[in-house]
């Protein structure tokens, strides 16, 4: 049974930090891409971030490019969303998700599997 578990979420203020983690079991998750999307009330799930098989490659949409980072370590079955320079619009429950897809765009919501998500609030 595949899970991905979301962790690192919470309450920050403006211009903070905070570290997401995607915990993967159940499949070689090597053979997987990722990606983090996210959801803010009355609103559309949206890309935020994706990364290749390997991590060789990444994809951000352009309202977090230089602020968020995302990584993986396959020996770990983990990877991590550094956010950086947090801002109020970035509130939203995100969600980690895997696909074994060859040729889908990183960015394209079509997902095999997905997380329950983490809660991020930013706010002062």
């Known amino acids: 049974q595949v899970q991905l578990v979301e962790s690192g979420g919470g309450l920050v203020q403006p211009g903070g930090s905070l570290r997401l983690s995607c915990a993967a079991s159940?499949?070689?998750?090597?053979?997987?891409?990722l990606a983090w999307f996210r959801q803010a009330p009355g609103k559309e799930r949206e890309f935020v971030a994706g990364i290749t098989r390997g991590g060789q490659s990444t994809d951000y949409a352009d309202s977090v490019k230089g602020r968020f980072t995302f990584s993986r370590d396959n020996t770990k079955n983990t990877a991590v969303l550094q956010m950086n320079g947090l801002k109020p619009e970035d509130t939203a429950v995100y969600y980690c998700a895997a696909s074994s897809q060859y040729y889908l765009p990183l960015n394209n919501p079509r997902y095999n599997y997905w997380g329950q998500g983490t809660q991020v609030t930013v706010s002062s």
């Open positions: 159940g499949l070689t998750f090597s053979n997987y891409q």
